[in-house]
């Protein structure tokens, strides 16, 4: 049930818990208001320690007698905690980079379910992986590839990054200059671990060169590997149309919601769910088909890739079992809520856990085997539908649901704008030194329950009518897309001059370019714009801005710091350094000296608006193209 839906601005959230069907359910939303009390003062400004068994200490800046029993100060404490931040979203990032490696290898040799599909797209990657490609055959490519690409995280010389050298040059000398180019993808975050452990790195600005590093060797290595190899096994996106929100969800079928992160498991569900002999027992078991639809980032990748609907984002999974309409949650890693066995409780609902190194209680744990793919998907996919006679009552929300148009990669970016012969990103510059689109915005990251869930929407309104072209990832995304906001009509809430760009060419206003591994697509996309001319020389002289608004996981940080690190600015709601005075002046005006960005915190929807379009106008007029 839910006494306060007036909190909830989500329309299709209001709906669900409003009806006798959730009577029961307890979601987020009751556990914030449960609470009562306010977040602890120490943790929340990043000034309480943990990291060795003297404390745990609460340090109070500029009070002598409260700093860490070992004499730790708050800006090392904060900076310490931030950097493991940064480390655990990187590491969350690495290791689903590392399983799609291990998928694509095994692709490479033909043995599993999936293969390679873009074979442009491999010829490139190979090419920065200085494998050579001509007269070769695609298979030997690949495996070559795949080989490189997991040398990757186990790295111990001390060369850079093999991607690194799709930056900029002045970006990559900037790196080396400060010794922050990353080297291994795993050892980058071992060093980070290990630097703040109790008396290594005591030393605010020294923490974040690590930090960067770290955050640098997710961007341009982890993340981008992922995106990368995924693109090439199951397809690089293109637009196309689909539909998002809990409408989605279908009484008369077997609905089927594929959680978690890991695209390997979501392709082979839905290769899985055309298997005749899995729509027969379907039939069977009354329903008239299977209906898959995502949750978060898992869902954002089958929905670019294949059009499958996305049900919710992060804070929407709990209501999208409160339907009861569900047969199974079927979960792997990452940003997946302890509550949903919870929730499923009060349903026929099952969650299924798939991946050894996520269980929970009350889950069921089907383990998903990448080389016996299709058959471990049938296994998952015969459980749900098994389930689908036991259905009780349940309510769909049917008219809440948007037409999205989805699927924009760097490389559709690319022939978008310019047309089939001339694939660039010439016209985007052009249209931002003419000054019909003023620059270009990223929201990117999840959402949570600190701010209103209309936040991305209200962000983004004011940026589309300030004539400023919005790049979205992850759950933002998927709030975009329930706003209305991803499809091409949405033009009409744009500054004349934007509208009149989106309209010639047809394209939403706000462009859905995947989950939040591909936030590596973003800085591809910035490199190229750098590249075509006329914009300065580097990602920092661009007008171009990030916000994770609502974030919430760990990931997010590392996201942001991998934009700020890569020339980037970036806005955040709030950051847990507020108690470290010298650090948090480090992080939010003192890495503008070093790598030409730095954090930006704004509490309110339209203030971070306003902040982005202020940071793009002075980006304009630094380059000349204000007049
Ligand atoms: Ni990103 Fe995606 Fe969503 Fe946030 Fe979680 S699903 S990887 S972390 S909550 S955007
Ligand atoms: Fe306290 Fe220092 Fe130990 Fe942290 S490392 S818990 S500040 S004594």
Not at 102 to 112: H, N, Q, R, S, V
Not at 120 to 131: E, P, Q, R
Not at 547 to 576: C, D, H, R
Request: glycine fraction near 10%; charge should be neutral.
């Amino acid at each position: 049930g839910c006494e306060g839906c007036t909190d909830i601005t989500c329309v299709s959230t209001q709906q669900v818990l409003s009806q006798d069907v959730a009577k029961n359910v307890k979601t987020a939303y009751d556990r914030v208001k449960a609470r009562g009390m306010s977040a602890c003062l120490f943790g929340s400004s990043g000034t309480c320690c943990r990291n060795c068994n003297m404390g745990p200490c609460q340090i109070i800046d500029g009070v002598d007698d409260m700093l860490g029993i070992c004499g730790a100060t708050a800006d090392t404490v904060a900076a310490r905690n931030f950097a493991r931040t940064v480390a655990a979203g990187s590491a969350a990032h690495t290791d689903h980079a590392r399983e799609m490696v291990k998928g694509f290898i095994e692709a490479a040799k033909g043995e599993g379910l999936h293969q390679i599909k873009d074979v442009d797209k491999l010829k490139k990657l190979a090419a920065d992986f200085g494998i050579v490609t001509e007269e070769r055959e695609v298979k030997d490519i690949a495996l070559e590839l795949g080989e490189k690409a997991l040398a990757e995280f186990g790295k111990q010389d001390d060369a850079p990054l093999s991607m690194l050298k799709r930056a900029t040059p002045k970006r990559q000398a900037l790196w080396q200059k400060l010794g922050i180019a990353p080297r291994g993808i795993d050892r980058e975050v071992v060093e980070m671990m290990h630097r703040t452990h109790m008396g290594v790195d005591q030393e605010y600005h020294n923490l974040m060169l690590q930090a960067s590093r770290t955050a640098l060797s997710d961007g341009w290595g982890a993340s981008m590997l992922s995106t990368e190899l995924t693109d090439i096994m199951f397809g690089t996106p293109v637009p196309r149309r689909a539909i998002v929100d809990l409408g989605v969800l279908k009484l008369d079928q077997v609905n089927i919601t594929v959680h978690g992160h890991e695209p390997l498991l979501a392709e082979a569900l839905c290769i899985a769910a055309q298997d005749p002999e899995m729509l027969e027992l379907a039939k069977k078991q009354g329903a008239k088909g299977i209906n898959l639809a995502g949750v978060c980032c898992t869902g954002n990748e089958i929905l670019m890739r294949r059009g499958i609907p996305v049900a919710g984002g992060f804070v929407q999974q709990e209501i999208v079992l409160a339907t009861g309409a569900v047969e199974a949650m079927v979960v792997d890693v990452q940003c997946v809520m302890q509550s949903v066995a919870e929730v499923a409780k009060n349903f026929h609902t099952d969650i299924i856990t798939t991946n050894y190194r996520a269980k929970m209680p009350g889950g069921i744990h089907i383990q998903f085997e990448e080389h016996e793919a299709l058959n471990s998907a049938k296994q998952i996919l015969t459980h749900a539908i098994k389930n689908f006679k036991k259905r009780g009552k349940c309510f769909i929300p049917k008219e809440t649901k948007m037409d999205v148009v989805v699927g924009f990669s760097h490389e559709t970016i690319n022939t978008m704008l310019g047309g089939r012969f001339r694939a660039s990103y010439r016209p985007l510059n052009d249209n931002i030194i003419n000054g019909r689109i003023r620059g270009v915005a990223a929201i990117v990251g999840c959402d949570n329950f600190k701010l209103a869930d209309d936040t991305h929407e209200t962000i983004v309104r004011e940026l589309l009518k300030n004539n400023i072209l919005v790049l979205a990832t992850g759950c933002a995304a998927t709030s975009l897309g329930k706003a209305g906001l991803l499809n091409p009509e949405a033009a009409r809430f744009c500054g004349d001059s934007l509208r009149e760009v989106c309209e010639t060419v047809g394209m939403p206003p706000v462009l859905h370019m995947g989950s939040c591994v591909d936030n590596s697509r973003i800085l591809i996309a910035a490199t190229e714009m750098v590249r075509q001319g006329g914009l300065g020389d580097d990602i920092s002289d661009l007008p171009a801005i990030g916000t994770a608004p609502l974030w919430m996981s760990e990931k997010a940080v590392a996201i942001g710091q991998y934009f700020v690190a890569s020339g980037a600015q970036v806005v955040f709601q709030n950051l847990p350094i507020s108690g470290a005075k010298n650090f948090n002046k480090y992080l939010t005006e003192g890495l503008m000296g070093e790598v030409g960005a730095h954090w930006n915190i704004a509490s309110e929807p339209l203030e971070i608006a306003r902040i982005m379009i202020e940071k793009i106008e002075a980006k304009r007029d630094a380059l000349g193209i204000n007049k």
